[in-house]
């Protein structure tokens, strides 16, 4: 090799070292702008946030940021907890962002944005301080959250099929082919409190929920459901949400996920 071929060779060598100092300086500064909103209380599987370009694995007592994009893989879930106390558990299959996070009295709000899976959530501290300060937009409504413990899941084509999903048997849950349900938003409320369901634009439509209530939000309207929550919300063939997480979670004393303390089981 010519010293004009090693001194281009170097010279390559030394700028993509560079490049890759620059980007980890940026990646690392987008992190630190944006300020901490969670902290994981248990991750299984494949758990990832991203945020600038920048992709981190997550695993127990990690820290979750304002624009992070959580993702968890078949068969992962996560369970979070934010700063004012809210507990949420990601389901498997689901990618979630968190799109505005206000701790300041009297601006209170948490934002985020639901592509895909779903969830089960207690809200905590900024719900009780000001009611209605949770929302959760989807494509195909937005829910608004006073002060409870409530499930949501998207159902697209087959999403939700193939896992032991089961219809609990009410007028239009189910599109045929095996009880698979139908494509939607299925959301419901599991303790007092109120779900408001809208969807995007003027003569949208919005349907309020309390304790016992569900509804599905369809690519046409919003439907209550006469039967109450499926059981899919919250099981499929080898997840099953029963709860938020104890305080046996808080207090670092992990369990194995198959035991029911955890609110979750994934299982072959």
Same mark, same amino acid.
């Given at each position: 090799m010519s010293? $004009?071929? !090693?001194?281009r060779g170097c010279s390559v060598w030394i700028t993509a070292a560079c490049a890759l100092v620059s980007m980890g300086v940026q990646s690392r500064a987008t992190a630190e702008a944006a300020p901490v909103v969670a902290t994981t209380l248990f991750a299984r599987g $494949?758990? #990832?946030a991203s945020a600038g370009g920048n992709v981190r694995l997550l695993g127990n007592r990690m820290l979750v940021h304002r624009n992070d994009v959580l993702s968890t893989g078949r068969r992962s879930f996560v369970i979070l907890r934010f700063n004012d106390g809210t507990?949420? #558990?990601l389901r498997p299959k689901t990618v979630f962002r968190v799109d505005e996070y206000r701790e300041k009295p009297g601006s209170e709000s948490m934002l985020f944005r639901l592509f895909r899976g779903g969830? !089960? $959530?207690v809200t905590g501290l900024l719900s009780k301080r000001r009611p209605g300060s949770l929302r959760i937009r989807t494509a195909l409504a937005t829910i608004g959250i006073r002060g409870t413990d409530f499930a949501a899941r998207l159902c697209g084509e087959g999403d939700c099929a193939g896992n032991g999903a089961v219809v609990g048997g009410g007028a239009g849950e189910s599109g045929g082919g095996g009880g698979s349900p139908r494509p939607g938003l299925w959301a419901t409320v599991f303790d007092e409190g109120q779900m408001t369901l809208s969807r995007p634009g003027s003569g949208g439509g919005e349907l309020k929920l309390t304790r016992g209530q569900a509804a599905l939000a369809g690519?046409? $309207?919003l439907n !209550?459901?006469?039967a109450g929550p499926p059981r899919f919300l919250l099981q499929d063939g080898y997840f099953q949400l029963n709860t938020v997480p104890d305080t046996d979670i808080e207090r670092g004393q992990f369990r194995e996920p198959e035991k029911p303390s955890l609110g979750c089981k994934v299982g072959g």
């Open positions: 010293k $004009a071929e !090693r001194s $494949a758990v #990832t507990k949420m #558990t969830l !089960r $959530a690519a046409g $309207a !209550r459901l006469p």
